[in-house]
Nanobody, 115 residues
Framework: QVQLVESGGGLVQAGGSLRLSCVAS????????LGWYRQAPGKQRELVAA???????NYADSVKGRFTISRENAKNTVYLQMNSLKPEDTAVYYC?????????WGQGTQVTVSA
């Protein structure tokens, strides 16, 4: 069972920045897929950004140009740098990893963007 622990959420004004971190309980070098998802109240959980073992990434259209996902294998950590935050980015952000055929989720971290 891979444990994922997110941190870095908080309250920020519109236009501000936050960096989320997700630390895995085991090496992420061989994890092919790592992603950040978010869920706003009353909405379905949606993909925000994903990064693959080869380094390729993909982003939701709503965050392209503002968010950057990266991974630091030596620290078993995946990051989500969020710039130019908007009130509509308010949500609980979850880390996700696909490992040996199973999907693992973190407990989530709240991001609140005030207008």
């Amino acid at each position: 069972q891979v444990q994922l622990v997110e941190s870095g959420g908080g309250l920020v004004q519109a236009g501000g920045s936050l960096r989320l971190s997700c630390v895995a309980s085991e090496s992420i070098r061989s994890i092919i897929y790592l992603g950040w998802y978010r869920q706003a109240p009353g909405k379905q959980r949606e993909l925000v950004a994903a990064i693959y073992s080869g380094g390729s990434t993909n982003y939701a259209d709503s965050v392209k140009g503002r968010f950057t996902i990266s991974r630091e294998n030596a620290k078993n950590t995946v990051y989500l740098q969020m710039n130019s935050l908007k009130p509509e980015d308010t949500a609980v952000y979850y880390c996700n990893a696909a490992v040996r055929g199973f999907v693992h989720w973190g407990q989530g971290t709240q991001v609140t963007v005030s207008a």
